[in-house]
């Protein structure tokens, strides 16, 4: 099949980069309003370069991705939809979750597959939990906890247009807790504080977070989140139930360092991007697209997922700022 990739930045580059190692995707098409971006990855890759979206979708893609800006989200799907043209795209659909609602209304009713971007859905660990729980295996669950700590703040402009580190990370261990349990969050209470650089709290973020999430079968969930971790890209999740407790993310490479004498583990050279955790995950990902480009799958993450987890972030956002529980109705009828 032949794919074509909107954007050419860091995420960008590294999609073609995995679709072209795919069996299933025998040529790319590109564009970016950087020539130089395009021109690098016509080089790279082998792919046919043009100068535009619009170019993009005529010229006979299967299935396009969707890497640009989140600006540029909500056109690029819709485009792409109007097109017939199957749609990956980079969470969060938009800037606002008004505009995302938007995008949904847009898009109902039609059978053109979107797909959105959250990859610890195809994360080998994060797969064998979300099965631990369906089994039954753990019994009834009452305690998850949920961690993304980066190594090192992105660069203030990008903290500035995030939306947040809510919106930004910790979107991704919400949506993960929503497709591990199964479960829906019904209320939140968030705190955050600034530990370390000083434009993100000028830009009116916290840099290192904590939130309580109320599951709606009485599950407890902890996520915490920070910009600073110097030892290196940390995310991991337990899952602890009346039968067992399992987690993701203690393999040889966790960013963590045990005091305990004679203790050994981990051994291993610590994770330091999250490009280096989730290579795997995100191969499979869009191992994944492809089988929803081919009609053999339905999406394995729709809008409506991507929406919800954004209605937790709202949520955190909204507690964070008043120092208060917010339920996700307060913010989802706001």
């Known amino acids: 099949m032949r794919i074509g990739i909107l954007g050419l930045g860091r995420i960008g580059a590294f999609h073609a980069e995995t679709l072209s190692?795919?069996?299933?995707?025998?040529?790319?098409?590109?564009?970016?309003?950087?020539?130089?971006?395009?021109?690098a990855a016509a080089e790279r890759f082998g792919a046919d370069?043009?100068?535009?979206?619009?170019?993009?979708?005529?010229?006979?893609?299967?299935?396009?991705?969707?890497?640009?800006?989140?600006?540029?989200?909500?056109?690029?799907?819709?485009?792409?939809?109007?097109?017939?043209?199957?749609?990956?795209?980079?969470?969060p659909v938009a800037k606002t979750m008004a505009e995302g609602v938007e995008v949904l209304k847009a898009v109902a009713g039609r059978d053109v597959p979107i797909q959105i971007g959250y990859n610890r859905r195809f994360d080998t660990g994060f797969v064998n939990a979300r099965a631990a729980v369906r089994s039954g295996e753990l019994g009834k669950l009452h305690t998850v906890r949920s961690t993304t700590l980066d190594p090192a703040p992105p660069p203030a402009a990008y903290i500035a247009a995030s939306g947040g580190i809510f919106r930004d990370c910790s979107v991704h261990d919400f949506d993960i807790i929503r497709w591990v349990t199964g479960r829906e969050v019904t209320e939140v209470y968030a705190v955050g504080g600034n530990r370390g650089a000083d434009f993100i709290k000028e830009a009116g973020d916290a840099d290192?977070?904590?939130?309580?999430?109320?599951?709606?079968?009485?599950?407890?969930?902890?996520?915490?989140?920070?910009?600073?971790?110097?030892?290196?890209?940390?995310?991991?999740?337990?899952?602890?139930?009346?039968q067992d407790s399992i987690a993701v993310g203690l393999e040889d490479k966790l960013p963590l360092r045990s005091v305990e004498p004679g203790v050994t583990f981990p051994a291993g050279t610590p994770h330091d991007f999250f490009m280096d955790r989730f290579t795997d995950a995100y191969r499979a990902e869009l191992t994944a697209f492809t089988e929803v480009v081919a009609g053999t799958r339905p999406s394995p993450c729709t809008i409506e997922d991507a929406?919800?987890?954004?209605?937790?972030?709202?949520?955190?956002?909204?507690?964070?700022?008043?120092?208060?529980?917010?339920?996700?109705?307060?913010v989802r009828q706001a």
């Open 21 to 39: 190692g795919l069996d299933a995707v025998d040529s790319l098409v590109v564009t970016d309003p950087f020539a130089d971006a395009a021109k």
């Open 208 to 242: 290192t977070t904590g939130a309580i999430l109320t599951l709606d079968d009485g599950t407890i969930a902890v996520v915490s989140n920070s910009r600073h971790n110097g030892r290196g890209y940390d995310v991991r999740m337990e899952i602890h139930g009346f």
């Open 49 to 91: 370069v043009v100068d535009s979206p619009e170019a993009l979708l005529a010229a006979g893609v299967d299935g396009i991705v969707v890497a640009a800006a989140t600006d540029a989200h909500p056109a690029l799907i819709l485009a792409g939809v109007e097109a017939g043209v199957p749609v990956f795209c980079e969470k």
């Open 307 to 330: 929406l919800e987890a954004g209605w937790i972030a709202d949520a955190c956002t909204l507690s964070l700022h008043e120092h208060r529980p917010v339920t996700i109705e307060e």
